[in-house]
């Protein structure tokens, strides 16, 4: 074997990815008659669809207000246990807000060059 002989071997290995969850998460607010609580706020795991009269859902209820699910909607529903998600039809005249919990419009743009 010469001194210009060499071999390549695999140092390290890429790490694999964690599981991407493609579907958009929404956060429904439903008004309720309660003096004590006027918002219900539901976690859907997918994207509504909506119906006449209904909007089909499959999610979870959540007590947490809307500022603190929007930042930890991720951290809600992978420590949810899955036996307390539910598959819905909720009355579309209940419903006072959809907000996607995905889109985040103050995301730093990326810098040109």
Avoid: W
């Avoid at 290995?13 to 008004?31: E, F, M, V």
């Avoid at 246990?81 to 006072?96: A, G, N, S």
Wanted: with cysteine; proline share 7%; charged share 20%.
């Amino acid at each position: 074997m010469s001194d210009k002989d060499f071999s390549v071997n695999a140092v390290s290995l890429l790490p694999t990815p964690g599981k991407l969850n493609n579907k958009p998460s929404y956060l429904i607010s439903l008004t309720n008659k309660s003096k004590t609580k006027p918002i219900i706020n539901f976690i859907t795991t997918d994207r509504p669809d909506i119906q006449v009269g209904f909007i089909a859902v499959k999610g979870i209820y959540c007590d947490q207000n809307e500022e603190v699910i929007a930042a930890k909607f991720n951290e809600i529903l992978t420590n949810t246990p899955k036996e307390t998600f539910l598959d819905l039809l909720l009355p579309i005249h209940r419903v006072q807000s959809i907000r996607n919990l995905m889109f985040n419009a103050h995301k730093p743009a990326t810098q040109l060059k």
